[in-house]
């Protein structure tokens, strides 16, 4: 297992993104919210992505809506509310999982996270925001493979980190 490597960056610093070109790889249909659970485990109130756009065989993009009634909100600084670090790198490997449980080579496996690399958090989200997680594979060979995520708000990227996962029958 990888060894993670944190690093918290406050205050927020301007950051130059780079987008990679188009791929031209076959794009699946967006999902809801009920067909992600077809690929997650995950349940009210740990699933913490809305929908998944822009699906393709090495790339995808997760949506997640931010109201003030998030659970996470109300014991998390009451005065300044912000979602916690820990979910945020959650919501984040939870958009990469249902990517690539989402191949029709992976349906029926369960998919575990094995480590986080190369994780940067600039700032923690607040309520109200829009995330736009946007995902990479990096590398997928035999059952594991690595991919790396970004977690936006608008142009604003929030937060980076590198995951390697684990396939499993289930």
Request: aromatic share 8%; proline share 6%.
């Amino acid at each position: 297992f990888s060894a993670v490597r944190l690093r918290v960056i406050y205050p927020p610093r301007n950051l130059v993104c780079h987008r990679e070109p188009a791929s031209t790889a076959a794009k699946r249909p967006a999902m809801e919210t009920r067909e992600i659970l077809n690929y997650l485990p995950h349940r009210d109130p740990m699933l913490l992505i809305d929908r998944l756009t822009d699906v393709h065989e090495d790339r995808a993009t997760g949506l997640k809506q931010l109201s003030q009634n998030e659970w996470f909100f109300q014991g998390h600084f009451a005065d300044d509310p912000e979602m916690p670090v820990s979910l945020l790198l959650e919501s984040m490997g939870q958009t990469g999982a249902a990517a690539i449980l989402s191949r029709p080579e992976n349906q029926g496996k369960l998919l575990f996270l094995a480590g986080m690399d190369l994780v940067e958090v600039e700032r923690a989200p607040t309520p109200g925001q829009s995330l736009r997680y946007e995902c990479q594979l990096l590398r997928f060979r035999g059952q594991s493979g690595k991919t790396q995520v970004s977690c936006y708000c608008g142009e604003e990227r929030l937060a980076f980190a590198e995951y390697t996962f684990v396939l499993s029958e289930s």
